[in-house]
């Protein structure tokens, strides 16, 4: 008879720590190896390579000692969990735009120097903007709540509880971004994120959310720059 998995049994901390090395290792590779042989690619096809490295790493952790369902693939009463996340989206679009807008007071930072908001600044036409909304409002949301909370918040809230699990997930979050001036904005967000997979139990309100706010920002950009 096949033994349970319990919690012990779970991904812990170190495997955490090996995705995000290993994620580190193979972009290097990819891009040594083989983008030279590639002249011309975009900057965003590299983007999704990135983001599928990132998933493919964390899948594969994951599922040898637990399952999707427990990482947070938890689709039960779709219908709830799609409200939750818009909802969620709401003041989680306050809270971002806050920050930021608290940042550039403070520090006179500048807002443009996200990748994706550079391509969405600079694009010519909706066509333009398609890719970058993609990337933004659905692959990064789905790659990095799956990381960042199904399996890094999820192993440090087992290690040192809930409250500490959301912090330091969020301090981690911001810190693999190589954010800088925005870290606050970026831990503040991952924060929000690791409460709303809390209280939710599924990683749905979470992607839906984070993906409808990355996709508003990013259609902000585009429209202030027509």
Same mark, same amino acid.
């Given at each position: 008879?096949?033994?349970?998995?319990?919690?012990?049994?779970?991904?812990?901390?170190?495997?955490?720590?090996?995705?995000?090395? @290993?994620?580190? !290792? =193979? !972009?290097?590779?990819?891009?040594?190896?083989?983008?030279?042989?590639?002249?011309?690619?975009?900057?965003?096809?590299?983007?999704?390579?990135?983001? +599928?490295? =990132?998933?493919?790493?964390?899948?594969?952790?994951? @599922?040898?000692?637990?399952?999707?369902?427990?990482?947070?693939?938890?689709?039960?009463?779709?219908?709830?969990?799609?409200?939750?996340?818009?909802?969620?989206?709401?003041?989680?679009?306050?809270?971002?735009?806050?920050?930021?807008?608290?940042? $550039?007071?403070?520090?006179?930072?500048?807002?443009?120097?996200?990748?994706?908001?550079?391509?969405?600044?600079?694009?010519?036409?909706? +066509?333009? =903007?398609?890719?970058?909304?993609?990337?933004?409002?659905?692959?990064?949301?789905?790659?990095?709540?799956?990381?960042?909370?199904?399996?890094?918040?999820?192993?440090?809230?087992?290690?040192?509880?809930?409250?500490?699990?959301?912090?330091?997930?969020?301090?981690?979050?911001?810190?693999?971004?190589?954010?800088?001036?925005?870290?606050?904005?970026?831990? $503040?967000?991952?924060?929000?994120? +690791?409460?709303?997979?809390?209280?939710?139990?599924?990683?749905?309100?979470?992607?839906?959310?984070?993906?409808?706010?990355?996709?508003?920002?990013? @259609?902000?950009?585009?429209?202030?720059?027509?």
């Amino acid at each position: 008879m096949k033994k349970d998995i319990t919690m012990k049994e779970l991904w812990g901390v170190s495997e955490v720590l090996w995705v995000f090395f @290993l994620r580190i !290792v =193979l !972009v290097f590779l990819v891009g040594k190896l083989i983008l030279p042989y590639l002249p011309g690619i975009s900057p965003r096809l590299v983007e999704v390579a990135d983001r +599928a490295i =990132l998933l493919g790493l964390t899948l594969f952790f994951v @599922l040898r000692q637990g399952s999707l369902r427990q990482l947070g693939f938890n689709f039960d009463h779709p219908g709830r969990q799609i409200g939750y996340g818009i909802a969620a989206a709401i003041p989680l679009y306050l809270l971002a735009e806050g920050t930021q807008r608290a940042l $550039v007071f403070l520090f006179a930072a500048d807002t443009g120097t996200n990748p994706l908001v550079k391509a969405a600044a600079g694009a010519a036409d909706p +066509a333009g =903007l398609l890719l970058p909304i993609v990337i933004g409002g659905i692959l990064v949301p789905i790659t990095e709540e799956a990381y960042y909370r199904g399996m890094a918040f999820s192993a440090f809230a087992r290690k040192w509880g809930i409250a500490l699990g959301v912090a330091v997930s969020s301090v981690f979050f911001s810190a693999a971004h190589l954010s800088g001036i925005w870290f606050a904005q970026i831990a $503040v967000v991952g924060a929000a994120l +690791a409460i709303i997979y809390h209280l939710t139990g599924s990683l749905l309100p979470g992607i839906i959310a984070h993906g409808l706010v990355n996709s508003a920002r990013l @259609l902000m950009v585009y429209w202030g720059n027509l």
